[in-house]
Structures are given as structure tokens and as C-alpha cells.
């Protein structure tokens, strides 16, 4: 018997790769891209009037609604509907602030073709994909929660500020110690976390409800 399609949707405001990367989806069998769109707005319109995809592909720079907001809109009006982010650059503030706006992982546009539908198969069957700035041993950590290593006091503060717009000095600033006692308590979370990158203890903090988004 035959397998489900995966439906899917492209939205990014250039029209040669948004075209290029719904053709080059549509050659996996296990896909169907059922639409695409420039930004949020034709988004919008388009989820209006045609069968809801399964997980959209979204830009993050776009006009008139950019990722951030289309995706915290998708959130908020179909919950259902997993979001992958598509990433010019590897930039951790970009790929945070998709993630707190509702997304379930990101790829990088130069990623091969493949490897997008690995991420797209990942959300659709595990509910979420991140690439190799966090540890895939983020996923098993958050799964056990009998297994998750406690943290201090002011561990948990440094978490909650890390997923702010604060630089780490500012971090440190904030919380009345150096530079050297924040990057030690980012080591130190790295270590116990099984994490590599900021993004990856701002999705911790995110999956184990320490912020409210």
C-alpha cells in the first residue's frame, strides 16, 4: 500500500528559487508542494482557498509580512501546520527568532535537495528538525525528563536571558557578574545540556516551558 504524500508549501518572495525549489520537491514521491507563495500576506490568501499543507517551507525576509510574523500568525490560526525555516545564512539570531515565532527547524537555501527532505520528513514524523547547531541529543534530553540534570538558580536566569536580544555581555551586565562567570555558565550548560550553540539553549528553554512565548 501505498504511502500518504507529505503536502507541502513554498513561501519566499524570489521567484527563480521559491519555482525552482517547488520543481526540484516535486521530483521526491513522498512530497506534494500544493502551493506557493511571494510573503505571508499571499500566504494568507492561498490557505484560504486550498488544501492546508502539511508543512510550509518559509523565507525569512519578505515583504510585506516577513517569516517572523507569517510564521506566529500559522501558529496562532493553524497550529496544525509545522513550519521549516529557510535560512540564506547561517545566522543565530535569524534562526532563533523563527524558532520562538513557532518554527519547527530550519535548512539553509544552499542545502541539496535531500537534505530538505530529510528536514521536511524529520518535523513531519518527529515534530521537529534542527541542523547541526544543535545536538540531536537536545531531542532525547527533552523526551526524558526523568534524565534532564538540574540546574542552579542562576542557570535557569542565564537560560532565560540567553533567549532575549541580549548579547552575552549585556547578559552578564544584567545579571551583576563578568563576562568570564556568563561564558562559564554557558559551558557549563553546554556540557550538561548536550548542546553546542546558543540556538540550541534557546530551544531547550522553549521545549521545557522556562519561557512563555
Same mark, same amino acid.
Given at each position: 500500500?501505498? &504511502?500518504?504524500?507529505?503536502?507541502?508549501?513554498?513561501?519566499?518572495?524570489?521567484?527563480?528559487?521559491?519555482?525552482?525549489?517547488?520543481?526540484?520537491?516535486? &521530483?521526491?514521491? &513522498?512530497?506534494?508542494?500544493?502551493?506557493?507563495?511571494?510573503?505571508g500576506k499571499e500566504m494568507q490568501d492561498m490557505l484560504a482557498n486550498s488544501l492546508l499543507p502539511d508543512i510550509i517551507l518559509m523565507d525569512i525576509n519578505m515583504p510585506e509580512m516577513d517569516g517572523y510574523k507569517a510564521t506566529a500568525w500559522l501558529k496562532?490560526?493553524?497550529?496544525?501546520?509545522?513550519?521549516?525555516?529557510?535560512?540564506?545564512?547561517? &545566522?543565530?539570531?535569524?534562526?532563533?527568532?523563527?524558532?520562538?515565532?513557532?518554527?519547527?527547524?530550519?535548512?539553509?537555501?544552499?542545502?541539496?535537495?535531500?537534505?530538505?527532505?530529510?528536514?521536511?520528513?524529520?518535523?513531519?514524523?518527529?515534530?521537529?528538525?534542527?541542523?547541526?547547531?544543535? /545536538?540531536?541529543?537536545?531531542?532525547?534530553?527533552?523526551?526524558?525528563?526523568?534524565?534532564?540534570?538540574?540546574?542552579?538558580?542562576?542557570?535557569?536566569?542565564?537560560?532565560?536571558?540567553?533567549?532575549?536580544?541580549?548579547?552575552?555581555?549585556?547578559?552578564?551586565?544584567?545579571?551583576?557578574?563578568?563576562?568570564?562567570?556568563?561564558?562559564?555558565?554557558?559551558?557549563?550548560?553546554?556540557?550538561?545540556?548536550?548542546?553546542?550553540?546558543?540556538?540550541?539553549?534557546?530551544?531547550? /528553554?522553549?521545549?521545557?516551558?522556562?519561557?512563555?512565548?
Open positions: 500500500m501505498k &504511502e500518504a504524500k507529505i503536502n507541502i508549501a513554498i513561501v519566499d518572495d524570489h521567484t527563480l528559487f521559491r519555482n525552482g525549489l517547488a520543481a526540484l520537491m516535486n &521530483e521526491f514521491e &513522498e512530497l506534494n508542494v500544493i502551493f506557493s507563495a511571494g510573503n496562532e490560526t493553524y497550529p496544525q501546520i509545522k513550519v521549516l525555516a529557510l535560512s540564506m545564512f547561517d &545566522e543565530e539570531k535569524a534562526v532563533i527568532g523563527m524558532i520562538k515565532s513557532g518554527a519547527c527547524g530550519y535548512v539553509l537555501k544552499e542545502s541539496k535537495p535531500r537534505e530538505v527532505l530529510e528536514a521536511i520528513k524529520t518535523i513531519y514524523t518527529k515534530g521537529v528538525y534542527i541542523n547541526e547547531l544543535v /545536538s540531536g541529543k537536545l531531542l532525547h534530553s527533552i523526551a526524558n525528563q526523568k534524565d534532564a540534570p538540574l540546574l542552579s538558580a542562576r542557570e535557569i536566569e542565564f537560560l532565560k536571558l540567553c533567549c532575549s536580544e541580549l548579547t552575552y555581555k549585556e547578559i552578564a551586565d544584567s545579571m551583576f557578574v563578568s563576562p568570564r562567570t556568563v561564558d562559564n555558565y554557558r559551558e557549563s550548560l553546554f556540557q550538561k545540556l548536550n548542546l553546542k550553540s546558543r540556538t540550541g539553549l534557546v530551544l531547550y /528553554s522553549i521545549k521545557n516551558q522556562l519561557i512563555q512565548l
